[in-house]
Structure formats: C-alpha cells, structure tokens
C-alpha cells in the first residue's frame, strides 16, 4: 500500500485566493482525519469522518474552512479566502475501523504559505 | 476535557545519554496513550501505544514507555540515545467514546554527537 497520499505537498498562494488540499487515505480505512500544525499551536484536529460522514468539526477554525469526502478513497480541505495566518503544515491521517491496532497512518503532509 | 501535556519543550543530549520525557494526561475515563516520532520534514510515525495490561511498553528503536495510572503519567525513555533520534516526539490520547487523537505540544529532541 503506498499509504496515505497528500497533494500538494507545498503550496504558495496570495491571501485571499481558494486553497484546496487533497487527501487519498489507504483503502479500507474507515476514519480520515485532518489536522493543522503550527509552531505556536502544534498539533490541532480540525476534523474527522467515519465512512465518509463528517463526526466532529469543532476544530475547524473558522467558517473559510471547508472538508468534504465525497468517497472512501478521496477528502479535500478546502479554505476561502485564505489568510496568511492559515500558513501551517496540514496533514492527513486514516485509520481502520475494525481490528483496530491503534494508530493513525500519517501522510506526508502538506505545506501552505499564505502571502 | 481530555488533555495531554509535555512540559519538556526542547531537550538537548548527548548520544548515549539516557532519555525521558515525559508525559502526562487528563481523561476521565478509559484512556489510550501512543508516543509518535516526527524526524526533520517528515510525517509523524507511532513509536509506541499502551491500551491496557502491562503498564511497561515497548515500541520501535529501543524506545519504551511506562503508564502510570496514580500519577497520570506515560513517559517515554530511551536508555541510549542516538544522533538519528534528533527529532520532535508527541505524546497523545484518545478517550474510548471519541476516536480522534488529542496531541501533546511536542519535545524536541537533540542529539549531540
């Protein structure tokens, strides 16, 4: 399996414009996560899906930021506009939902510069 | 609310020194605890995870942790560092009725050849 596979893996966008981040998680996992890291703040969930359904979206800043999955294979996080205090290295994460060992499978990431 | 905490920010060694860092958490009930590893520009990668039984466990790398339910603490440690075990270390938690990882702030590591 080639694991949790991010796009892009940087970003430079001016403030204001539509960022879009792309997530593929390893097939047959049934939970998505997605979360921000920044040095001030580490480590933050900003949401997560059970099966494609969105299950907890507290985390999620603000009302620019968006998550979809619209299947199993495939999750976007969407923010518009964005701002350069949304720089931030965002990750994806997937895990199964049965015969759980425990653990996320991390993907690589991907950092967006906000101008 | 859940919590996990790691007071060590930023902690410098020398390689074959002994490692600890520690952890410590606030759940009310049944917890889970894991240590994942993030090495310079890479994703984060699970270390070790305690669910129940033996309170000493042992992950990848030499690394072990210890939960320790009347202090409310999982400590990782390492008996001998290494250079290559430069890197940030997060603890985290997860309550039984929430399936999302509460993280830790992180400590990184330096190892000083």
């Known amino acids: 399996d080639a694991g949790v596979i991010q796009s892009p893996r940087h970003e430079v966008t001016e403030m204001g414009q539509e960022v879009t981040l792309r997530c593929k998680p390893i097939?047959?996992?049934?939970?998505l996560f997605w979360y921000r890291q920044t040095m001030m703040r580490g480590l933050e969930l900003l949401i997560y899906f059970n099966n494609n359904v969105p299950i907890d979206d507290s985390g999620m800043p603000e009302d620019r930021f968006s998550a979809k999955m619209p299947n199993a294979s495939f999750s976007t996080l969407k923010i518009q506009p964005s701002e350069p205090r949304d720089s931030a290295v965002y990750f994806c994460a997937s895990s199964p939902g049965t015969g759980w060992g425990g653990g996320y499978t991390f993907g690589s990431g991907t950092r967006l510069t906000v101008v | 609310a859940q919590s996990v905490s790691q007071h060590n920010h930023h902690v410098i060694l020398s390689e074959a020194a002994s490692l600890e860092l520690g952890c410590n958490y606030s759940?009310?009930?049944?917890?889970?605890l894991f240590w994942y590893v993030q090495y310079p520009g890479q994703h984060l990668q699970l270390l070790l995870k305690?669910?129940?039984?033996?309170?000493l466990v042992k992950g990848i790398k030499g690394f072990e942790a210890e939960f320790i339910k009347s202090k409310f603490s999982f400590n990782l440690r390492k008996p001998s560092v290494q250079w290559s075990d430069t890197a940030e270390y997060f603890c985290a938690g997860m309550d039984m009725g929430r399936r999302a990882l509460t993280f830790g702030s992180g400590t990184r590591l330096q190892v000083q050849p």
């Open positions: 305690y669910f129940s039984g033996d309170p």
């Open positions: 759940y009310g009930g049944t917890v889970n």
């Open positions: 097939s047959g996992h049934d939970y």
